[in-house]
């Protein structure tokens, strides 16, 4: 069974532009979660996708968003970049997203903001 | 969610079992505990949870204390590979619900000596 798909793995922009990461998850799982790993702040929980709606929200700007596909793939974005955006973005996949079932990270789409 | 201890650092022989413990002393009685790690340039991997009984599985034994309030995760016989820095986290029991984040501390990095 594949695991979850994160593309691109690598990208570099500039301040000021947008940035668009993508997800496949595990082949029937509906929840997708986003988490933003830096080495000052570690992983933090961006938000979490169900049945294409967001459910669930960390504490970061409203210049991250995202969405859910009805196949369940999903998108992240960042607009007006900042340096401090430059992290690894970390994509993770569970059946239904209920805390007794494991959630399967990808390796992830480390971004660099020069 | 309740907050995790665990030590920075941890050294063990190849072939001898790791022993890596995490303080939980503020779980609460519906809260799961995961074990994560993440081994450099890669996303983390799930290893195994429990709620009150201890459990097994190919990667490693979770031993869960009666009160609840501290666990150790075991991987019987470590390799090379299993280098890696380990997180334990404490997540809510919920059904259906929007619980889709975990919330990574630290952890433990693990470094196997040949």
């Known amino acids: 069974k594949a695991g979850v798909t994160q593309t691109p793995r690598y990208l570099i922009k500039t301040r000021g532009q947008q940035v668009t990461l993508s997800c496949s998850p595990i082949s029937g799982h509906r929840s997708v979660s986003w988490y933003q790993q830096t080495p000052g702040q570690g992983l933090q929980f961006l938000f979490e996708y169900f049945s294409e709606t967001q459910r669930n929200k960390g504490n970061f700007p409203g210049r991250f968003s995202g969405r859910q596909f009805s196949n369940s793939r999903s998108e992240m974005n960042v607009s007006t970049l900042e340096l401090g955006d430059s992290a690894l973005y970390l994509c993770?996949?569970?059946?239904?997203?209920?805390?007794?079932?494991?959630?399967?990270f990808g390796d992830g789409t480390r971004l660099s903001i020069l | 969610d309740a907050k995790t201890t665990q030590p920075p650092s941890m050294d063990c022989a190849e072939g001898r079992a790791a022993n890596l413990p995490c303080n939980h002393s503020t779980i609460s009685g519906n809260e799961y505990v995961y074990w994560y790690r993440q081994i450099h340039s890669q996303g983390p991997q799930y290893i195994i949870h429990?709620?009150?009984n201890n459990e097994t599985n190919e990667m490693a034994s979770l031993i869960i204390t009666e009160d609840r309030k501290s666990s150790t995760l075991i991987l019987p016989h470590a390799t090379l590979r299993d280098t890696a820095v380990y997180y334990c986290?404490?997540?809510?029991?919920?059904?259906?619900?929007?619980?889709?984040?975990?919330?990574f501390g630290k952890g433990t990095k693990l470094s196997v000596k040949p």
């Open positions: 986290i404490v997540r809510v029991l919920t059904y259906g619900g929007s619980q889709g984040n975990l919330i």
């Open positions: 429990g709620l009150k």
């Open positions: 993770a996949s569970s059946l239904l997203g209920d805390s007794n079932q494991p959630q399967h």
